[in-house]
C-alpha cells in the first residue's frame, strides 16, 4: 500500500482477503500519554500476530492508525492514572465492542495535632 491513509472499507477488505474475521485491538494509556499494545487478528477461531500472517509492518501500522479515531471518542483512558482495554473487531457483522477499564486512585486524610511538649522521649 502506498502513504496514503487506509480507510476501514480498504481494511476491512485487506483483512477478510486473508480469511481474517475477527481483531482484537489492545490499548493502554497514563500520565497524559497512550498507545496501542498490540492487534491479534483472528483466523478460523485461532489467534495470529501479523508476523504470522501475510501482513506487513507498515500494514499493521496503518491499521493501527486506523483504530485511535475510535479510543478519540471514548472515555478518557489515557489522561492521570489512565486506562486499558481492548476493542474487538468482528470482520463478519462489520460492529465494533469496546471494554474501556479506567484506573484512578482513592486516597483518604487524616490529620493530628498536638504539643511537641506531649511528645515523650525515648
Avoid at 483483512?15 to 481474517?20: A, M, N, S
Avoid at 482484537?24 to 497524559?32: A, H, L
Avoid at 478518557?76 to 463478519?92: A, H, K, P, R, S
Wanted: proline share 1%.
Amino acid at each position: 500500500m502506498s502513504d496514503k491513509k487506509l480507510t476501514w472499507q480498504e481494511a476491512v477488505l485487506f483483512l477478510k482477503d486473508r480469511g481474517i474475521t475477527k481483531i482484537e485491538v489492545c490499548y493502554e494509556g497514563s500520565g497524559d500519554s497512550g498507545s496501542i499494545d498490540g492487534i491479534n487478528y483472528y483466523k478460523a477461531g485461532d489467534s495470529f500476530s501479523y508476523s504470522d500472517l501475510d501482513i506487513s509492518s507498515d500494514m499493521h501500522d496503518k491499521l493501527e492508525n486506523l483504530c485511535y479515531p475510535m479510543l478519540d471518542n471514548i472515555e478518557d483512558w489515557y489522561n492521570n492514572d489512565g486506562g486499558y482495554g481492548t476493542v474487538i473487531i468482528d470482520l463478519e457483522k462489520l460492529h465494533y465492542d469496546i471494554a474501556n477499564h479506567i484506573r484512578y486512585t482513592n486516597y483518604q486524610t487524616y490529620t493530628h495535632e498536638g504539643s511537641i511538649h506531649d511528645l515523650s522521649e525515648e
